[in-house]
């Protein structure tokens, strides 16, 4: 029934060749974070040795990099644009006064100055 033609998806070896480019091409350009990042892993993975915890050290460093991905593709989807503000002051009073005084510190500070 559909005549549009479909885009066959890439074979396993393509999607493996362009994710090991696009973590060159990242590592290249953010090399001070990579180095950071790989001087952390091995020495997580030194003390996982040194201390007998290889595989509590291997299921840390995995959510580590799960909870990076996550990240990633979280930002990586297009943002809204952001909302307009058209009288900065009177929304910033606004939104001042609706702060309940007991998050802002305010009634702490009220406490503290009175029983000095």
Avoid at 24 to 43: N, Q
Avoid at 61 to 70: K, N, R, Y
Avoid at 98 to 106: F, I, V
């Amino acid at each position: 029934m559909n005549d549009l033609p479909t885009a066959e998806p890439a074979p396993p070896e393509r999607r493996v060749i362009f994710l090991a480019r696009s973590c060159a091409e990242l590592i290249r350009r953010h090399r001070l974070v990579a180095t950071l990042v790989a001087v952390t892993f091995a020495a997580v993975l030194c003390q996982a040795v040194w201390f007998g915890k290889l595989p509590q050290r291997l299921a840390f460093l995995g959510a580590v990099v799960a909870s990076a991905g996550v990240v990633d593709l979280l930002l990586a989807r297009p943002r809204p644009a952001p909302l307009p503000v058209r009288r900065p002051r009177l929304e910033l009073a606004v939104a001042a006064g609706a702060l309940p005084a007991h998050s802002t510190g305010a009634g702490t500070l009220a406490r503290v100055s009175r029983a000095g």
